[in-house]
């Protein structure tokens, strides 16, 4: 089962087992179709460029929710990520059907009151695990409350749940308030889910319709005909250092993310720092900031200082968007990140 999915319907229900009212709203359903392109992202199945969403494979995930979408959605028209989410937000109640369905044969959920599952049938539903549901709040509370820096999959369930109106079923208005500046933080590090956030509250979904302005423009045309990534480390008196160069896609993000965890160890080690001097990089996808994301928690967990550097164009711009350049370390030059601590 998808775990985006299965934790916000979870988030959706009441203590009763009702589903909330916010499930019914444009932004609750926009969230559910978002959940999905952005674990079938993960998982191989799409991606998301910058002339559209593609279909990768149709290769079953065995998780249903995921599988009825490969298998129902509109593959042939070209949009961007969130113009494609938004698209078929109208698919929404009947992939939550599915979802529910999966959850009940999985027993996740039990059926309490109707043979049939209708999508807002009133006190239709028991959590069998309440301490699961219970687990997923705490855990979204944890993040909000702390400073580490969150896992790619929480940082997509708070923006999603955030989106869909869903935190404030157990978090008080007055806390949300208070926690405001760190939940957009946290919870808009993936591109997509910050992407529909801002077109949920621009609420204009014209343009997201298909046409020639969904084509990608000369300069994105450029970054996309460029050669593959390559990222080479270099071990200094003072730091490890990385160059990678070129675009950072899906292709080349799982690989990136390999060798950052192994740079981290390396820089653990030798009890150095790590910088990236990021001056070559042309193109960052969402799962290529999933990877620095991931990269970044593991130099936080072992105590590695990690430092961005050289940041540029889109590159940059991609960061400060996203709000990674409020978590991370970021400085000017490579000089100015492998400065030993005393001349800082």
């Known amino acids: 089962m998808s775990a985006l999915v299965e934790e916000l319907v979870l988030l959706s229900l009441d203590e009763g087992g009702n589903l909330s009212h916010r499930t019914v709203s444009s932004a609750f359903r926009t969230a559910l179709i978002g959940a999905c392109l952005i674990e079938l992202n993960q ?25 009825w979408v490969l298998e129902h959605l509109d593959w042939d028209v070209l949009l961007n990520g969130e113009g494609w989410i938004l698209r078929h937000t109208a698919e929404a109640s009947a992939l939550m059907n599915v979802a529910l369905e999966a959850m009940v044969r999985r027993g996740v959920l039990e ?4 043979k049939r599952l209708w999508l807002f049938k009133q006190r239709a539903f028991a959590v069998v695990e309440p301490l699961r549901l219970q687990q997923v709040k ?14 790619p999959h929480d940082s997509a369930l708070i923006g999603l749940a955030d989106l869909a109106g869903l935190l404030e079923g157990f978090i008080s208005a007055v806390e949300l308030a208070r926690l405001q500046p760190r939940l957009e933080t946290v919870g808009g590090l993936d591109l997509v889910v910050r992407g529909l956030g801002s077109a949920v509250l621009d609420d204009n979904l014209s343009r997201f319709q298909p046409g020639p302005d969904i084509q990608a423009s000369p300069s994105q045309a450029s970054l996309m005909s460029e050669p593959g990534f390559v990222m080479e480390p270099q071990q200094s008196a003072h730091a490890w250092v990385a160059r990678p160069v070129g675009r950072l896609d899906y292709d080349a993000a799982a690989s990136f ?11 653990q080690a030798t009890k150095q720092p790590l910088v990236l001097n990021l001056a070559g990089l042309r193109f960052v996808s969402s799962a290529g900031l999933r990877a620095f994301l991931v990269a970044a928690r593991a130099a936080q967990s072992v105590g590695v200082p990690l430092t961005l550097c050289e940041l540029t164009g889109a590159v940059r711009d991609v960061f400060e968007q996203s709000g990674f350049s409020r978590l991370m370390r970021i400085v000017a030059t ?8 005393e001349t800082l």
């Open 257 to 267: 993310q390999t060798g950052l965890e192994a740079l981290v160890a390396s820089a």
């Open 334 to 341: 490579e000089n100015d990140a492998i400065a030993p601590p």
């Open 138 to 151: 705490l855990r979204i509370h944890a993040t909000l409350l702390g400073d580490a820096l969150p896992t």
């Open 43 to 67: 998982q191989g199945r799409l991606d998301v460029e910058l002339d559209g969403v593609k279909r990768l494979s149709g290769e079953k995930t065995g998780q249903e929710p995921l599988d």
């Open 111 to 114: 059926l309490a009151n109707s």
